[in-house]
Structures are given as structure tokens and as C-alpha cells.
């Protein structure tokens, strides 16, 4: 679902042509999914439109001495890692916004030194305790069976949502235990997102027979030093979108 903060703040008549660009300019990755049969940078799009609400909050775009220009860093980089920027000019247009997308463009370009030199904005922060970013094994882990269920019914495979309820609570309680006992052996396989403001981790839930694959992420999230909670799951594109915000997940679980 579209962040329509970017699009109040600035009028950007080619966005298509903008976010080509950037996924140009930036580090090569995917930002489709794999079943995307057109390809439009839908992660991309998510990416951008949801780093600019959180560095609105956290009043990191800076505006020239002028006001005419404004810029925020994206938080991508360069194959070369050199950072890259959203850059605003004032719009003349009347009756649009202030400011209209004049481009993406790198660290070390002109017009965004010559207005900005050294005061150029830092990127969104989404964490205070990296050790929020890893699962604690030693924490017991305790699913709202019921609520998962009630609330993600559609999520699930469709084999799944036919099958009565109880069936769903036994293949749904197995999955969870089975991913319990992988998660506190490697606890690599649970994938930070930001959501609703704050750090969660995301687990993958296997619920079809004989596939290797995960069907849906467990979202769980730290009610106190020593418990996990989980209250809801994701699919995976809505989960890798969540995790994408703060890093490209290095996943063998959890790609575009």
C-alpha cells in the first residue's frame, strides 16, 4: 500500500522515469517479485515512499538557507557506495506542493554540494539496541494461536483456509514448533522488519506438506526480557517489503 507523505510533500510528474532511474544509480538488487510478470520497481516504490515518512518523523530533510531546495538521503548506495540522495526544488506551479522531485542523485554531484556542502541529512534510524535485530534463544516464545487464525485466515495456503479449523490450529501449532527449535539452533533465520514503529522479527512458517519452502513469515516481538509474543503473520512479499526498510535481508528464506 502506498505512503502518500512523499506525494504531499512533492509533485513528481514522472515517477516512473524517477524510480528507473534510481534502481539505475543504486546497487544492483531485485526490486520486483519474482512472479512480477511487468517489471515496475514495486519494492523500490515501497522503499522510498515509507524511508521518506521515517525521515520526516525523525526530521532528517534538510532545506537550503533559501528554502528553495530540499533533499533527504535515501539510505541506497552506489555499486561504488556512495550515497544517494532525493533532491527538491521549489515548485512555481501554483496550486501543487512546495517542492517538486528534481532528481536522485549522488553524493559527490554538484548542485547537491554547491546548495548543501557539508550539512546533507543522515539516514532513517530504525534501531536504538542492535541487539534487537537478533532472536534471543534463551527467550520462550508464546503465539496467540486464536488471533493469528481469526485475523490471516486469507493469508494462508488455500489448501488451508478449506480445511476446518482445528485442522488449521494442528498444522499451524506444528509449524510454529517446528520453527522454534530452527530458530534457536540458527538464529539467523529470523529476519528483522520495522512495523508499526518499532523492531520485529520475522520467522519463516512452513505449512505445506513436503515443501521446502515457507508459506507465510511469523511476525513475534519481545514483551518483556525473557518472552516472545506473536500475534499475526505476513505474507512474504508484505514481509520482505517490512524487512527491506532497514536492510536487504540475506535470507535463504525471505527473497523478492
Known sequence: MADLQLFQFAYIPRYEDAINALASMADPEDWDFSDAKVKKNVILKNYIEHTFRKVKEEDKIAYSADNKFACFNTGLVTKNLEEIFALFESNKNPGKQNFYLKCFCRKSEGLLLNVFKSNLPQIANYFQKPEDLLFNPNCTLIPQIDHIIEDNKD???????????????????????????????????????????????????????????ADLALVVHKIDNDTYTARTCLTLKMAYNNARLIVKPQSIWLKP
Open 155 to 213: 493469508r494462508f495456503p488455500l489448501a488451508m483456509q478449506t480445511c476446518g479449523e482445528d485442522e488449521m490450529r494442528r498444522k499451524l501449532e506444528g509449524a510454529i514448533d517446528e520453527v522454534k527449535r530452527r530458530v534457536r539452533t540458527n538464529y539467523k533465520i529470523a529476519i528483522p522488519q520495522y512495523y508499526g514503529n518499532r523492531i520485529q522479527l520475522l520467522l519463516p512458517l512452513k505449512l505445506t506438506p513436503n515443501s521446502p519452502n
